[in-house]
């Protein structure tokens, strides 16, 4: 198989980190999510507990500024050392998923770089949530709340399409409708035929 990226972009309950590992799986290809966050603390010296702290978190805006391009911003430098790696990994002609990280933005211009958005109805979110994490129904739908703007803020700080907008992704897909699996599988045939076309 030539050189294939999965850019897996999720609402939080969706089951996107889920349908992400499953898809590294199926195509027997690595999988970067919390694992960036120990390439970057091992090019840092810094730990993955002080990585996690400022992983995928936009800058504070009054105790940042740039001088000369080079930010004072834990959190912006962090997230560019993750593009960087992307970049690097994609140039290299490796095949891999990679979870968030604006990479169907920051990846957008190799032709092995196919985009997904995975949408789930708020139902399902919620009672995905209130399994996984054991809360209640109200602080599901807050956590859920709370972590989508997060991820959109961080998303649209760095990029300049909106975090789910569909024009930025080849598929966007309610997991809700076909299921964890059923989500996979039609996924896992969309990108088979994409390769077939390609090839």
Not at 100 to 123: H, I, Q, W, Y
Not at 147 to 167: A, E, L, P
């Amino acid at each position: 198989m030539s050189q294939l990226i999965i850019s897996v972009g999720r609402e939080f309950g969706s089951g996107g980190r889920v349908i992400a590992e499953a898809l590294a799986e199926r195509f027997n290809i690595p999988i970067y999510d919390r694992h960036l966050i120990t390439e970057i603390a091992e090019r840092t010296g810094l730990s993955p507990e002080e990585i996690e702290k400022y992983n995928e978190h936009p800058k504070k805006k009054i105790l940042s500024r740039r001088v000369r391009g080079y930010s004072n911003s834990i959190e912006d430098n962090i997230a560019e050392m993750q593009f960087d790696f992307l970049k690097e990994k994609s140039e290299s002609g490796e095949s891999f998923v990679v979870v968030g990280r604006c990479s169907e933005t920051k990846l957008k211009n190799n032709p092995a770089l196919v985009s997904l958005f995975v949408l789930a109805d708020m139902d399902a979110k919620i009672k995905r949530v209130m399994e996984v994490y054991e809360l209640s129904e109200d602080d599901a739908k807050e956590f859920i709340r709370k972590k989508d703007k997060k991820r959109k803020r961080y998303h649209n700080y760095h990029c300049s399409g909106h975090w789910g907008d569909s024009r930025l992704y080849d598929i966007c897909i309610n997991s809700t409708c076909l299921g964890i699996d059923g989500t996979v599988d039609y996924i896992e045939d969309y990108i088979r035929a994409r390769i077939k076309h390609n090839s």
